[in-house]
């Protein structure tokens, strides 16, 4: 099995290249640059009044990098009609070495105690590069998706990258655009915060801060500091609908 090198990783996105494999078993992986790109605007996102009540009504339990190895597993089942994933035991490696360093990241929905949906990407300066998602329950994604969106707009990220569109996507924002337009969007998010490790959490310029809505919301009587690499904050769905039709 390839073991993929997670500064060649991080160095690879921040060209706008990433990696995928042709099955869960593939020993190797391709690399990727698509001609068009879809993207999701953060102000565009567009919330149906169905996923709205879904969302006050707090219809999952959502949280963020309390499974993640868990999620990217969710997201490389083969399941009825897609019986191929593109996710194999390289990726699978690199992407929790990379939330280990804090650059990959998961959201969670939960019924009860069951991960039953959610979505895990990369954060690199203000851009987050979305890899995967899954439901298990109706709307799950998109929930998890809404979540994200919030997240990034508390967080100061400047782009959501969603790779390849899909009408699921494009009912809820996302865009297709030219590879051009993509590297101009690219190195605006990146802008000062890729050097020799492409890291904008090493040197604190530019970077998108992925934990920002946990402290926006924080209770005032908490005296404790909020964690940092694990989250479970108490954001009710309200805050993410006012947070999602917010424009800046």
């Keep these: 099995m390839e073991m993929l090198d997670p500064q060649i990783v991080l160095g690879a996105y921040a060209v706008g290249v990433f990696p995928m494999a042709d099955d869960r078993e593939a020993g190797s992986v391709y690399w990727v640059e698509p001609r068009t790109r879809a993207i999701l605007p953060l102000d565009a996102f567009h919330l149906s009044r169905s996923l709205r009540r879904t969302i006050v009504r707090d219809r999952f339990r959502v949280t963020a990098d309390t499974a993640f190895v868990p999620m990217i597993r969710l997201c490389a089942e083969s399941v009825a009609g897609r019986p191929e994933t593109w996710i194999n035991g390289g990726i699978e490696r690199v992407f929790t070495t990379l939330h280990r360093l804090g650059f990959a990241h998961s959201i969670e929905c939960w019924d009860g105690d069951e991960l039953v ?16 998602m899954v439901s298990r329950r109706t709307d799950a994604s998109k929930v998890a998706l809404a979540w994200l969106v919030a997240r990034l707009k508390a967080g100061g990220f400047a ?14 924002g996302a865009v297709e655009i030219d590879r051009s337009a993509y ?3 690219l190195a605006g998010a ?7 490790s ?10 998108g801060d992925f934990f920002a809505l946990d402290r926006l919301f924080a209770s005032p009587a908490a005296t404790d500091p909020a964690p940092t690499d694990v989250v479970s904050g108490p954001v009710a769905g309200q ?5 999602l039709v917010q424009t800046s």
């Design 239 to 243: 805050d993410i609908v006012q947070l």
């Design 159 to 172: 782009l959501l990258d969603c790779q390849f569109q899909t009408a699921h996507l494009a009912s809820l």
């Design 183 to 185: 590297c101009a969007l």
């Design 190 to 196: 990146l802008d000062g915060a890729t050097g020799s």
């Design 198 to 207: 492409a890291s904008g959490a090493e040197s604190g310029l530019a970077a």
């Design 117 to 132: 949906g959610g979505l895990y990407g990369l954060a690199l300066g203000r851009a987050f590069f979305g890899e995967s």
